[in-house]
Nanobody, 126 residues
Framework: QVHLVESGRGLVQAGGSLRLSCAAS????????LGWFRQALGKQREFVAA????????GYAGPVRGRFTISRDNANNTVYLQMDRLKPEDTAVYYC???????????????????WGQGTQVTVSS
């Protein structure tokens, strides 16, 4: 069992930056991949970024590649999402997710992830 709690919600102007954090608990070995998804109002939840157990491998959705950076601190069981050059279309509830199976070819699919956080709101004004 992995319990995930996101933090870092906020309102920021377009072009600004924000960093989200997600603290994981329940397992002490950090032996799982971590990822971020987002869901805008009226839209389906979509993949944003993912990182492997040891942090060596990362993946990003096209719209955020080059602007967002995912990282993890296994000593503190935390994953981060640094978001730069934010756009109004980045406005959404952001969810942290964990996959016991690890970082595999299907990591952009919702079904590949076993545990989810409660979500944190990010609003980007124009």
């Amino acid at each position: 069992q992995v319990h995930l709690v996101e933090s870092g919600r906020g309102l920021v102007q377009a072009g600004g930056s924000l960093r989200l954090s997600c603290a994981a608990s329940g397992r002490t070995d950090s032996d799982y991949a971590l990822g971020w998804f987002r869901q805008a109002l009226g839209k389906q939840r979509e993949f944003v970024a993912a990182i492997s157990r040891n942090g060596r491998f990362t993946g990003y959705a096209g719209p955020v590649r080059g602007r967002f950076t995912i990282s993890r601190d296994n000593a503190n069981n935390t994953v981060y999402l640094q978001m730069d050059r934010l756009k109004p279309e980045d406005t959404a509830v952001y969810y942290c997710a964990a996959s016991i199976a690890g970082f595999h070819s299907d990591y952009t699919a919702l079904g590949a992830w076993d545990y989810w956080g409660q979500g944190t709101q990010v609003t980007v004004s124009s």
